[in-house]
């Protein structure tokens, strides 16, 4: 029962910390999801759909639909590959432009969602979470 409790409790808290995320990202017109996304592309460079998909660890559809959503907002953008069918998705100069104020809602968000836990704390966790596959 204890493994049920746990993971239980786990999935609760990672909803609530998204619900307070998407809170604070409505200032920007994002969510947490597209937040998740241009992170990944600002800290790794242009992806394809594909890369972003097994990166995230969701299906086809989903990344699609964010990233088509996102490509409408203006904060990322298309691009051809060598393959026809091969799509490479890149952050537009907009939202490289306007990543470090995002993340910088971001960082306070994670403060206040950290603030009970101690560096060390923090540390452990990081480490626990590392071996869940």
């Not at 086809?60 to 590959?81: D, F, H, L, Q, Y």
Request: charge should be neutral; hydrophobic fraction near 30%.
């Amino acid at each position: 029962m204890l493994n049920q409790d746990l993971l239980h409790l786990l999935n609760q808290r990672v909803r609530y910390i998204n619900k307070k995320l998407n809170e604070r990202l409505q200032e920007h017109g994002l969510y947490n999801s597209q937040c998740s996304i241009m992170y990944y592309l600002y800290k790794n460079g242009t992806k394809t759909q594909k890369e972003i998909m097994n990166y995230f660890h969701v299906n086809a559809p989903t990344i699609t639909r964010t990233v088509k959503r996102m490509e409408e907002n203006g904060w990322v953008s298309r691009v051809e590959g060598q393959d026809r069918r091969e799509r490479y998705i890149e952050l537009t100069k907009e939202a490289k432009e306007k990543y470090k104020e995002i993340e910088n809602t971001v960082s306070i968000h994670d403060e206040e969602i950290l603030i009970n836990l101690s560096e060390k704390e923090k540390e452990a966790l990081f480490e626990m979470l590392l071996k869940i596959e």
